[in-house]
């Protein structure tokens, strides 16, 4: 891997720091709000800012990560932040409709529904898409 190559991984590894935190503050909306939109949001984040990276650039799922303002879970692994991602999720999904459950599994598939499409801004695509 040239120099270049290793200077677009380490800015894709750090925007993938960026979507976790997109992802628990989303999630933490969700917790005072209810309103499942952010879990949609946070999900597609997941699939395709998270998730998609880890594809592209084929990341050790042990490579360690400090997301930001998310700095009580400290120097965590890549599988460890998933974990927790997926365990928020999971919690939600306990009491939520079959409905909403549904588009989550749809989404973390990777469909693209346009009730969660209309929620991914451009800026939101630029700033977190590896």
Same mark, same amino acid.
């Given at each position: 891997?040239?120099? &270049?190559?290793?200077?677009?991984?380490?800015?894709?590894?750090?925007?993938?720091?960026?979507? *976790?935190?997109? /992802?628990?503050?989303?999630?933490?909306? *969700?917790?005072?709000?209810?309103?499942?939109?952010?879990?949609?949001?946070?999900?597609?984040?997941?699939?395709?800012?998270?998730?998609?990276?880890?594809?592209?650039?084929?990341?050790?799922?042990?490579?360690? /990560?400090?997301?930001?303002?998310? +700095?009580? *879970?400290?120097? /965590?692994?890549? +599988?460890?932040?998933?974990?927790?991602? &997926?365990?928020?999720?999971?919690?939600?999904? +306990?009491? /939520?409709?079959?409905?909403?459950?549904?588009?989550?599994?749809?989404?973390?598939?990777?469909?693209?529904?346009?009730?969660?499409?209309? &929620?991914?801004?451009?800026?939101?695509?630029?700033?977190?898409?590896?």
């Amino acid at each position: 891997m040239g120099i &270049l190559d290793r200077l677009k991984s380490g800015l894709a590894f750090n925007k993938m720091a960026k979507a *976790y935190k997109e /992802i628990f503050d989303d999630l933490s909306v *969700y917790n005072l709000n209810h309103d499942i939109r952010y879990v949609y949001k946070a999900v597609w984040v997941f699939n395709h800012c998270v998730v998609g990276a880890i594809e592209k650039w084929n990341w050790s799922m042990f490579a360690g /990560i400090m997301i930001p303002d998310y +700095q009580m *879970y400290g120097r /965590i692994s890549v +599988q460890e932040a998933n974990m927790i991602v &997926l365990g928020k999720i999971a919690k939600i999904c +306990q009491n /939520i409709t079959a409905n909403d459950k549904d588009i989550i599994d749809k989404v973390l598939d990777g469909e693209l529904l346009p009730e969660v499409e209309m &929620l991914i801004s451009a800026s939101l695509k630029e700033r977190l898409l590896p």
